[in-house]
């Protein structure tokens, strides 16, 4: 029983390991595409605004209001590696320090004379 336990004890290690690999692995995905969308946005809205700067120039609310978005989306884009850090911290910690609980089990079965003359013919 215990060479079982351990070896079902090292598989379950092995698939928890597969799996938190690929938890961070997708983290990592999802920041990085967030990341390159965002860098992109902010070079297309500056591209945007020098086109904008030699046709007409914007009234002072509108600039004023695409200054704001454009610091708050380099803000963003400044603390996203911060913000990925936490989170595959999060995933590592989800997975840290699991334990094994093996258990032995017994199993009856009830079962009426007539039943158990039978399944002793059967064998």
Not at 2 to 23: F, M, S, T, Y
Not at 54 to 70: H, I, N, W
Not at 87 to 110: C, D, T, W
């Amino acid at each position: 029983v215990g060479r079982r336990a351990e070896a079902r004890r090292a598989d379950v290690a092995a698939q928890l390991q597969q799996r938190q690999d690929a938890d961070e692995a997708r983290a990592r995905g999802i920041y990085a595409a967030f990341r390159q969308t965002l860098g992109d946005s902010i070079a297309e809205l500056r591209r945007r605004e020098d086109e904008l700067a030699t046709m007409l120039p914007l009234p002072d609310d509108q600039r004023r209001q695409r200054d704001k978005d454009l610091r708050a989306m380099e803000g963003r884009l400044m603390v996203l590696h911060e913000e990925e850090d936490r989170e595959v911290a999060a995933i590592r910690n989800r997975y840290a320090e699991v334990e094994p609980f093996p258990a032995s089990v017994a199993l009856v079965f009830a079962l009426t004379s007539a039943d158990a003359a039978s399944w002793g013919s059967a064998s």
